[in-house]
């Protein structure tokens, strides 16, 4: 059974940084597709960015495109979200999820996703 754990957010100031994290356990992330998706209050979740299995392609939504990067670490199976320049607008719960199909191309589609982690709270403000 896989299992995922966010961790890394917080209250930060507009222009400031975080780096959310997504441990996996039970599968190898290398080899399932993975998305960041994220919810503010009363709105729908919305996919943030995903990195497709093999290639490690990624995808951007376009509201956080130049700012925020996901990355991938096999040897400590997790993936990040390096989030930067943060505005108030980021605010939301933050998931990781994870499509349960190998090897295929990631998309910012939320019913893609088949394993998610309990979400971590980002908060920008001054």
């Known amino acids: 059974q896989l299992q995922l754990v966010e961790s890394g957010g917080g209250l930060v100031q507009p222009g400031g940084s975080l780096r959310l994290s997504c441990a996996a356990s039970g599968r190898a992330v290398n080899y399932y597709p993975i998305g960041w998706f994220r919810q503010a209050p009363g709105k729908e979740r919305e996919g943030v960015s995903c990195?497709?299995?093999?290639?490690?392609?990624?995808y951007y939504a376009d509201s956080v495109k130049g700012r925020f990067t996901i990355s991938r670490d096999t040897t400590k199976n997790t993936v990040y979200l390096q989030m930067n320049s943060l505005k108030p607008e980021d605010t939301a719960v933050y998931y990781c999820?994870?499509?349960?199909?190998?090897?295929?191309?990631?998309?910012?589609?939320?019913?893609?996703?088949?394993?998610w982690g309990q979400g971590t709270q980002v908060t920008v403000s001054s």
């Open positions: 999820a994870v499509d349960a199909i190998m090897f295929r191309q990631c998309v910012l589609s939320r019913p893609n996703y088949d394993y």
């Open positions: 990195i497709s299995s093999g290639d490690g392609s990624t």
